[in-house]
T-cell receptor, first 111, second 112 residues
Framework: SQQGEEDPQALSIQEGENATMNCSYK?????LQWYRQNSGRGLVHLIL?????REKHSGRLRVTLDTSKKSSSLLITASRAADTASYFC???????????FGGGTRLMVKP | SQTIHQWPATLVQPVGSPLSLECTVE??????LYWYRQAAGRGLQLLFY??????ISSEVPQNLSASRPQDRQFILSSKKLLLSDSGFYLC???????????FGQGTRLTVV
């Protein structure tokens, strides 16, 4: 079953614009992670935010987590054509070892 | 450094044939191992995970099975493939729970 659900499912923007993707989940988590997938390839980890954190930055990435609303957002600032990919959130439950992914957001950045 | 190998990259198999996909991890010991399946344009569905040799947890009941015969080897199998088994299969590992996961490059399976 999928724990996280991303919104929007697809996003098309111009280079230089910011891209915001949202993730909602249902159960208690230890942390939430964001991954990137280029077409036909494996996933690459971008950032991990723990349940006691509210915001985290990594380069042009900014992630927020609101555990009261069970939601997270990923912001990519000053997007580039090379950012074109699918982005997935994954929830890491407190109990057990499962890492559960959402349906993803397909981001297209036009040059 | 740690690396993960997954093969083959692509596979075309007839309905009813057996399946064996292999995943190995190098440079670490006692990793948590995962098999996911991804339908075209969709998210990842967790199929199996393992926290140790011989320890397999199944998330989706179906005609697939997994085994971990060695610490860093994770195998996905089927005795008889169905058309619905087509998809992109991804193996992943992580040191322990609550950390980041590292993915292989995936196997695209087409059942014909």
């Amino acid at each position: 079953s999928q724990q996280g659900e991303e919104d929007p499912q697809a996003l098309s923007i111009q280079e230089g614009e910011n891209a915001t993707m949202n993730c909602s989940y249902k159960t208690s988590i230890n942390n939430l992670q964001w991954y990137r997938q280029n077409s036909g390839r494996g996933l690459v980890h971008l950032i991990l935010i723990r349940s006691n954190e509210r915001e985290k930055h990594s380069g042009r990435l900014r992630v927020t987590l609101d555990t009261s609303k069970k939601s997270s957002s990923l912001l990519i600032t000053a997007s580039r054509a090379a950012d074109t990919a699918s982005y997935f959130c994954a929830t890491d439950a407190d109990a057990g070892n499962m890492l559960t992914f959402g349906g993803g957001t397909r981001l297209m950045v036009k040059p | 450094s740690q690396t993960i190998h997954q093969w083959p990259a692509t596979l075309v198999q007839p309905v009813g044939s057996p399946l064996s996909l292999e995943c190995t991890v190098e440079g670490t010991s006692n990793p948590n191992l995962y098999w996911y399946r991804q339908a075209a344009g969709r998210g990842l569905q967790l199929l199996f995970y393992s926290v140790g040799i011989g320890q397999i947890s199944s998330e989706v009941p179906q005609n697939l099975s997994a085994s971990r015969p060695q610490d860093r080897q994770f195998i996905l199998s089927s005795k008889k493939l169905l058309l619905s088994d087509s998809g992109f299969y991804l193996c992943a590992w992580r040191h322990i729970r609550h950390t980041e996961a590292f993915f292989g490059q995936g196997t695209r399976l087409t059942v014909v």
